[in-house]
């Protein structure tokens, strides 16, 4: 059965970090590109980050870039978003995607607040 699973969301303060996992299963992980996308209220998924089948290959959208940094233990079948500096525009639900798929999980919800 394949399964995509995030969580490590949360509450955190302004300034902040947290790290959010995505466990896969069900499929060859370390065959497909991962991406992470945040999923706002009533607007579209927008791609902030992915990390390519080669560890290195890692693209950020210019909201997170210097702060947001994209890994991935194949090994676990798991990828990574660390997250620091995190301000309030940072709170929405996030959501990874393995490329060229039609998989995705619940996604985990980070809130940044005093």
């Known amino acids: 059965q394949v399964k995509i699973v995030e969580s490590g969301g949360g509450l955190v303060q302004p300034g902040g970090s947290l790290t959010l996992s995505c466990t896969a299963s069900g499929y060859p992980f370390s065959d497909f590109a991962m991406a992470w996308y945040r999923q706002d209220p009533g607007k579209e998924r927008v791609e902030i980050a992915t990390?390519?089948?080669?560890?290195?290959?890692?693209t950020y959208d210019e909201s997170v870039k210097g702060r947001f940094t994209a890994s991935r233990d194949n090994a676990k079948n798991t990828a990574y978003l660390q997250m620091n500096n995190l301000q309030a525009e940072n709170t929405t639900v996030y959501l990874c995607?393995?490329?060229?798929?039609?998989?995705w999980g619940q996604g985990t919800q980070v809130t940044v607040s005093a």
């Open positions: 990390i390519g089948t080669i560890r290195d290959l890692q």
């Open positions: 995607h393995p490329r060229r798929t039609n998989l």
